[in-house]
């Protein structure tokens, strides 16, 4: 009997390990929702043209100066095309918006609670120099990026371990949140897209926080050929570059060479495309595109012209209040500085009617909001709704709309309207707050010539009803020195297109990275912080994730944290006639990397 007992014993506890041990999934694709479009053993993307030939030179323009072939420091301005020196883990397709396939690694092994993912590093795989990508050189990356990258990669990646099993196997151990039964799916794939380095490179000598000024030891299909620090930069194409048949690089990467001239601004960069300097331009400006594209290089077909229409989800682009500002802090200030922007008007004008008005975070999604909150919506809404605007209960969000003729009396009565309960007064053609005496004035920071004439009716508009606007414009690198370090009141802003809500939405707008500089109007709101977490927490729901992106679409649009622009669900290319495409078009993308020398 007692060996009978001893039996059931190791049995019971075998059956309890058993239960505490979460089953592993091995996969050699992964998307965030539903299954990946292409099944084991494509041969490439549909959007390729397999047998691209590769040869020729793809010449681009670039703004400002660079001073660092090292894009993930925290100072320095990277030089363009760095993306292209090394590979990711994984890769994602240009037709999908969260599937991920092999690149450096062959397959993965997860749990399937995500409370850990093992990545399997394709034998094949190498640096520039020949030497095998080891599991080693991932793990050193992951940690490279933990403490000496950006605060976001470590507040996001926070109790991540990775561990060598050996030689090809790396592992990833993610903790579950206690009280949860799974840990987060979308933190288990961004590792996906992990970029790898060669350790032996940054371990000679090399700070990875600092401006590199040589060319790195790369892992991907380019490096550097030659250049003129801050001038100019010449990529080459590896020929022996080790992935170039696989299914997610076939068909891609096809100039032998590809070279960037640096521009002291958009004005003079485009003169220059005009003149034949460089191959593809992609214009931002509807008033260029409709009236600047003129000249002997256009009438002789050398350069073709080619508007290309597409649904890919937009960015909300707008004037950005800086919210740590005390003028901003006030809902009713920002609501009613949004009705002097006459878009009417300008689009007429100005954009010869070629924009549609930006009215979402969620532009060309089903994720953007319209009419009134159903109650699925309600239902999410209702526990946070003493900290939201009430208007996100009764109205449905439009910005202001005016008749086009740039009178706006109406819209700018209701402006005065609540500029008036907000404590501000009209005198001697002077907008003064009551209790101070101070006129309204702030500052618009920009960078370049396009987004000063967009500013300077809206300027307008605010000065005849006693508002001062300054327009100051500064080189690029001040720019951007101080919009990080929130050195402003306004800026012109387009946040980074989302194609469903995602945990990364916690880096714009969640108050926890409010000194990371991607939170750009500094937002700090415990309603947005909630309807984010359970974000985070919803990723695997997708019908409960619908409902919260259009909840938080109201909640942001309804703050006022900006005053909408404009968008363009259209591409408008210019490119010097020497190029092949392939047939179809990838979904989410323009698609250059396909193209080729005719």
């Known amino acids: 009997m007692k060996h009978y007992a001893f039996f059931f014993l190791l049995l019971s506890y075998a059956l309890t390990l058993d239960a505490q041990t979460p089953k592993t999934i091995v996969a050699a694709s992964i998307a965030m929702h539903g299954t990946p479009a292409y099944h084991e053993g494509f041969t490439a993307f549909d959007y390729v043209n397999p047998r691209a030939p590769k040869r020729g030179s793809l010449v681009l323009p670039a703004t400002g100066t660079y001073d660092s072939f090292h894009r993930y420091a925290l100072r320095g301005y990277p030089c363009a095309g760095a993306e292209y020196f090394y590979d990711s883990l994984f890769k994602m397709s240009s037709d999908e918006l969260s599937s991920y396939y092999p690149l450096i690694a062959e397959k993965i092994e997860y749990a399937e609670d995500y409370s850990f993912i093992i990545f399997y ?9 020949g030497v095998p990508i080891t599991a080693e050189d991932v793990a050193y990356s992951f940690n490279l990026f933990y403490t000496k990258g950006v605060p976001q990669f470590r507040s996001y990646y926070a109790g991540i371990a990775a561990t060598v099993l050996d030689t090809a196997r790396v592992r990833f151990d993610i903790p579950v949140p206690e009280g949860e039964e799974k840990g987060d799916k979308e933190k288990m794939l961004g590792l996906c897209s992990l970029t790898v380095f060669p350790k032996r490179f ?8 600092e401006p590199l000024m040589e060319p790195p030891l790369g892992t991907g299909p380019y490096r550097v050929k030659d250049y003129m620090m801050g001038q100019s930069i010449t ?27 640096y521009y002291r601004d958009l004005t003079v960069a485009f003169e220059a495309f005009k003149a034949g300097e460089y191959d593809f331009y992609e214009e931002s400006s509807a008033s ?10 256009f009438d002789s077909g050398r350069i073709k012209k080619e508007e290309v229409p597409h649904e890919i989800p937009q960015s909300m682009q707008g004037f950005v209040f800086n919210m740590q500002r005390p003028l901003f802090q006030d809902r009713r200030v920002r609501k009613a500085l949004n009705y002097f922007l006459d878009f009417e008007w300008m689009n007429k004008n100005l954009f010869y009617k070629q924009y549609t008005r930006a009215r979402s975070y969620f532009l060309n999604t089903e994720y953007a909001a319209h009419g009134l909150p159903s109650p699925k919506e309600l239902a999410i809404l209702e526990p946070i709704r003493a900290m939201i605007p009430p208007e996100v209960f009764t109205e449905a ?46 500052e618009l920071l920009i960078y370049d010539s396009a987004s000063e004439r967009v500013a300077i009716p809206f300027q307008r508009n605010l000065a005849h009803y006693g508002i001062t606007m300054r327009i100051r414009t500064v080189d690029t690198s001040q720019y951007i020195k101080r919009r990080n370090s929130y050195d402003f009141d306004m800026i012109v802003y387009g946040f980074p297109v989302v194609g469903y809500p995602s945990a990364d939405l916690a880096l714009l707008w969640h108050s926890a990275y409010i000194d990371s500089s991607w939170n750009r109007p500094g937002v700090s709101d415990p309603a947005v912080d909630y309807l984010i977490e359970e974000i985070i927490a919803s990723q695997e ?8 992106g259009i909840a938080l679409d109201r909640v942001l649009t309804w703050n006022f944290y900006v005053i909408p622009q404009w968008y363009s669900s259209s591409f408008r290319l210019a490119y010097v006639d020497k190029f092949a495409k392939p047939a179809l078009r990838p979904k989410y993308d323009i698609g250059l990397e396909t193209w080729w020398i005719k």
């Open 202 to 209: 940054w371990e000679d000598g090399h700070d990875f926080s």
């Open 397 to 442: 969000y439009t910005p202001p709309v005016t008749d086009g003729t740039g009178s706006i009396r109406p819209q700018a009565r209701e402006a005065v309207r609540l500029l008036n309960e907000a404590g501000w007064e009209l005198k001697a053609g002077k907008l003064i707050n009551k209790a101070t005496g101070e006129p309204m004035s702030f």
């Open 235 to 261: 990529l080459e194409r590896v020929k022996d570059y080790w992935a170039a048949e696989l299914p997610v690089n076939k068909g891609q990467y096809n100039f032998d060479t590809m070279r960037y001239d």
């Open 541 to 548: 729901d997708e019908q409960k994730l619908r409902y919260l």
């Open 121 to 129: 590093i394709d034998g094949r795989a190498k640096d520039h120099g």
């Open 288 to 297: 260029n595109w409709a009236t600047q594209y003129t000249g002997k290089n």
